[in-house]
Each structure stands twice: as structure tokens, then as C-alpha cells.
């Protein structure tokens, strides 16, 4: 329990002395601090946005700094390094304090945030969330999020690429906080993968053709066109045979039988004259119903005979004839 107890006094002792830095280098733009053990004593990297307010005027603003350290922080030899930020625009810290002065100053929020990120993801990051809780428009707490790119919210990618920044706007409803998550613009995620393409293969000088491979490639071409030869011979001479095998059928003559089976019933013979050929029968084309109908419409009524012929009733015969008799 002793170490574990040692471990938390250490950390709660830097938290205070970053928030006591801060206060103090407020002006100066903070954006980070670090402080690493040596065999020589502590030395505290301090990042800022202008470090020459941090120096001060030959070097009185950082030599008081140093004293603070040392005294109110139990620090052994305090050894403190002001570095510039490459570009502020990329440093969470940096950003945060700029928005909550942006919010002190009367800026509406969502003018404040959207600024904020445009002006974030113009200086090359690959993706940046800020939120911003508190009173923002009445007497209700609320929070508003703005995000634009790639956002990490958990895991170990959270931890490389996300830099995450704080600060709070001191306002007359009360105080609002502002968090500043940025992803560093050289972040590679795992699900990134790059395929190299293989080396080319060096392609092996090819070998001078001498006489002798010449003659035996010719040799082998020349045997090849004689196996081919062959081949069509002896399919042309399979193809003859076949066609000899197969006699063509003898025609039949007209008024020929064909060959007679054992045991066949014999067939009627045909009226007529033995000998003579048969006389082809003309049949007569059958006339269209219309035709027909015209026809017998026009043909004189026919006799009939004497035995067909209705009776006639008698008549009486002449008054002469009556007379006479």
C-alpha cells in the first residue's frame, strides 16, 4: 500500500502544479506541460503559444516561476524548458482557453464552435469534436457538440491520437466548460493497411542460338510435318474403305415385284390385259360449291321417263264429241 499511496500523492502534486502553471502563463497561451525525473534534479518542459512572456523581461517572470516550484511543490532543482508550438491550431489546450475567451467576450456559442473546428480542421487535422455545457441560453443546463473528420471515442486509438484540451468561460448565468478533442493529422489507425506491391523479378539474359540448336529444331519441325502427313494418309485411305464397304440399293422397275417371301399370300391379279401397262387414272378436280349450284341452275329440266311421269287426272271430252255419240 505504501507505493500504490506514493503513486497517487505524485500525480495529485503534478495536477496541482499544471493548474498553478496555467493561472500563471495564462496570457502566454498553455498548451502543455512535462515533467520528467533526473539524476540532476526535475525538469519541467513548459509548451506555450509565446514564450517570450513566459521568460519575461531578462528572465524575471521564469526565475520566480522556478522558486514557486521549488517551494510550494517540494520540487528537487527545478529545471524549467519553454518550448513553441509548432502550429497552436492543432493543440487541444491552446484551442480550448481561445474558445472560452471567445465565450467570455460575448461570442454566441455556435458561432464560437463551428469557428472553432473550421479553423481546426483547416490547419490539417484529421478530425476534432468540441463540446460545450452549461447555461447557454437560459436558466437549463445543456450541452452542444460539434464534430467534423475521424473521431476515436475509446481504445488504445483514443489514447495515441486523441489530444484533449479544457477550459472554462466564467459568464454572468455561470460557468461554462469547453472540451477540445483534436486527432493528430499523422494518426494511423489500425484499419489502415498498405499493400506493397512485390519486386520486379529480373528477367534472365536469354542464351545465343548456335548452329546446332538450329539444326536439331529443324530436324524436330521436319519430323512433325512427316507425322502429319501420315496421319491425313492414313485417314484418307479408313475414308475409301468405308465408302467401298457401302453398295448403292438397286432401283426398282416399274410393274416389278419386289422380292418375294417364303410363305407370303400372293396378291389378287389386276383386271385388264397381261402385259400392257397400267393407264394412269385421271381423277376430276371436284368444282367449288358455287360453281356447281350456277350450273345446275341453268340446265334444262330432263324427262323423265314414262314409268316416273306423275298421272294426269282425265278430262272431260269435248261437247262434240258428246253429240255425235
Request: hydrophobic residues 35%; contains cysteine; proline residues 9%.
Amino acid at each position: 500500500m505504501a507505493s500504490e499511496r506514493k503513486f497517487v500523492t505524485e500525480n495529485i502534486r503534478r495536477v496541482l502544479l499544471k493548474e498553478y502553471v496555467m493561472s500563471k502563463v495564462g496570457r502566454a497561451g498553455f498548451g502543455g506541460l512535462d515533467v520528467q525525473r533526473t539524476p540532476m534534479g526535475t525538469r519541467v518542459t513548459l509548451i506555450t503559444e509565446r514564450p517570450g512572456l513566459v521568460i519575461g523581461r531578462r528572465g524575471e517572470a521564469i526565475k520566480s516561476l522556478t522558486k514557486a516550484i521549488e517551494e510550494d511543490f517540494n520540487f528537487n532543482n527545478p529545471q524549467i524548458e519553454v518550448q513553441e508550438v509548432e502550429n497552436p491550431n492543432l493543440n487541444a489546450q491552446i484551442m480550448a482557453e481561445k474558445l472560452a475567451n471567445a465565450l467570455e467576450r460575448g461570442w454566441h456559442f455556435r458561432r464560437a464552435g463551428h469557428s472553432t473546428v473550421r479553423r481546426i480542421m483547416d490547419s490539417g487535422a484529421r478530425g476534432c469534436q468540441v463540446i460545450i455545457a452549461g447555461k447557454l441560453t437560459g436558466q437549463r443546463h445543456r450541452t452542444e457538440k460539434f464534430k467534423e473528420g475521424h473521431i476515436k471515442y475509446c481504445g488504445q486509438a483514443k489514447l495515441n491520437f486523441m489530444a484533449q484540451g479544457f477550459a472554462a468561460a466564467k459568464l454572468k448565468p455561470g460557468i461554462i466548460g469547453v472540451t477540445v478533442q483534436i486527432m493528430d493529422p499523422n494518426a494511423k489507425l489500425p484499419d489502415e493497411v498498405e499493400i506493397i506491391p512485390p519486386p520486379p523479378v529480373a528477367v534472365a539474359p536469354e542464351a545465343p542460338v548456335t548452329k546446332e540448336a538450329e539444326a536439331t529444331a529443324k530436324a524436330e519441325e521436319k519430323k512433325a510435318d512427316e507425322a502429319v502427313q501420315e496421319l491425313k494418309k492414313t485417314a484418307e485411305g479408313d475414308a475409301a474403305a468405308q465408302a467401298k464397304a457401302r453398295k448403292p440399293r438397286a432401283k426398282k422397275k416399274e410393274g416389278e415385284a419386289g422380292p418375294k417371301l417364303e410363305g407370303a399370300p400372293e396378291a389378287p391379279a389386276e383386271p385388264g390385259v397381261p402385259g400392257e401397262p397400267k393407264k394412269a387414272v385421271k381423277k376430276r378436280k371436284k368444282k367449288e360449291p358455287e360453281v356447281a349450284v350456277a350450273a345446275q341452275q341453268t340446265e334444262a329440266p330432263k324427262e323423265l321417263p314414262p314409268a316416273q311421269q306423275p298421272e294426269l287426272p282425265a278430262q272431260n271430252p269435248p261437247a262434240e264429241d258428246k253429240k255425235e255419240g
